[in-house]
T-cell receptor, first 109, second 115 residues
Framework: GQNIDQPTEMTATEGAIVQINCTYQ??????LFWYQQHAGEAPTFLSY??LDGLEEKGRFSSFLSRSKGYSYLLLKELQMKDSASYLC??????????WGAGTKLIIKP | DAMVIQNPRYQVTQFGKPVTLSCSQT?????MYWYQQKSSQAPKLLFH???????NEADTPDNFQSRRPNTSFCFLDIRSPGLGDAAMYLC??????????????FGPGTRLTVT
């Protein structure tokens, strides 16, 4: 079966750095996405990785290792508004998006 | 601004009473998706359309139907809602299916309550 694993919940302090990990086992790989979802709202796109390495976009960076089936999302200079769920999703060989259940990130002052 | 719109944002229906959720998009995207998402769970794909080609996920219950009368609009019909169908229903679009880099754009969702 296809599987995406992420921690259920993480807590971090305002101004700090946090890394959210994602491991995947899918039938084929056509890219990995990270989405942010605030409570009661729709997911919004954060980043896309298809090649190994780090993609940086402002305070957010995403890393991919295809050989390890592993990605992480790095959030720097955390702000209270970063409190949200972060969903990892992988496009499989049929270009279908397989979603993780998300990591709820709690930011404390 | 180009966007994905869902109406209503909140819907309350009675057990067994049919309900229709609507989605429209101004992005002119070929692909439209309906997802069901329950609290703290991954979005579950119910259907997707590539243009007018309808694709039903294997485990989508028969109770759920969908229509796409034109590029801009898509509807989700729940014929006989049960208590287990209470969830957030998300509509999403993307410009292409078989292109790995194209992300999905989501509407704000419709939260369905079944009483």
């Amino acid at each position: 079966g296809q599987n995406i694993d992420q921690p259920t919940e993480m807590t971090a302090t305002e101004g700090a750095i946090v890394q959210i990990n994602c491991t995947y086992q899918t039938s084929g790989f056509n890219g990995l996405f990270w989405y942010q979802q605030h409570a009661g709202e729709a997911p919004t796109f954060l980043s896309y990785n298809v090649l190994d390495g780090l993609e940086e976009k402002g305070r957010f960076s995403s890393f991919l290792s295809r050989s390890k089936g592993y990605s992480y999302l790095l959030l720097k200079e955390l702000q209270m508004k970063d409190s949200a769920s972060y969903l990892c999703a992988v496009k499989d060989s049929n270009y279908q998006l397989i979603w993780g259940a998300g990591t709820k990130l709690i930011i404390k002052p | 601004d180009a966007m994905v719109i869902q109406n209503p944002r909140y819907q309350v229906t009675q057990f067994g009473k049919p309900v229709t959720l609507s989605c429209s998009q101004t992005l002119n995207h070929n692909v439209m998706y309906w997802y069901q998402q329950k609290s703290s769970q991954a979005p579950k794909l119910l259907f997707h359309y590539y243009d007018k080609d309808f694709n039903n996920e294997a485990d989508t219950p028969d109770n759920f139907q969908s229509r796409r009368p034109n590029t801009s609009f898509c509807f989700l019909d729940i014929r006989s809602p049960g208590l287990g169908d209470a969830a957030m229903y998300l509509c999403a679009t993307s410009s292409r299916w078989a292109d790995s880099s194209y992300e999905q754009y989501f509407g704000p969702g419709t939260r369905l309550t079944v009483t």
